[in-house]
Nanobody
Framework: QVQVQESGGGSVQAGESLRLSCSPS????????IGWFRQFPGKEREGVAV??????DTYYTDSVKGRFIISHDDGTVFLQMNNLNVDDSAMYYC?????????????????????WGQGTQVTVSS
């Protein structure tokens, strides 16, 4: 069982930055996908970014390309969010797939992941 814990959410002004952190247990020892999702009120979760801990491949949804960066360091996965706008306000979730599961082809779907954190709120005001 993988425990997933997010942190780093908060309230910022438009144009500012936040960095979210995710620390899935056992991450460093098993190849898997680590993804970030967000959920707007009344909407389903949508994929924001993913990293494969094996090859290090990364993918982003179009609306965050050029502004968000997913990276990892010593067992923690980060989502650096720059130039935030009010449309980025949402609950953000970190998710991990089972080890060695094929996940990149459908990384943007919640079904590609097996373990989820509790979420961290990001609020951007104009």
């Amino acid at each position: 069982q993988v425990q997933v814990q997010e942190s780093g959410g908060g309230s910022v002004q438009a144009g500012e930055s936040l960095r979210l952190s995710c620390s899935p247990s056992a991450y460093r020892y098993q190849r898997r996908c680590i993804g970030w999702f967000r959920q707007f009120p009344g909407k389903e979760r949508e994929g924001v970014a993913v990293m494969s801990t094996g090859a290090g491949d990364t993918y982003y949804t179009d609306s965050v390309k050029g502004r968000f960066i997913i990276s990892h360091d010593d067992g923690t996965v980060f989502l650096q969010m720059n130039n935030l706008n009010v449309d980025d306000s949402a609950m953000y979730y970190c998710a991990a797939s089972r080890p060695f599961r094929e996940c990149l082809s459908t990384w943007y779907e919640t079904s590609a992941y097996d373990y989820w954190g509790q979420g961290t709120q990001v609020t951007v005001s104009s």
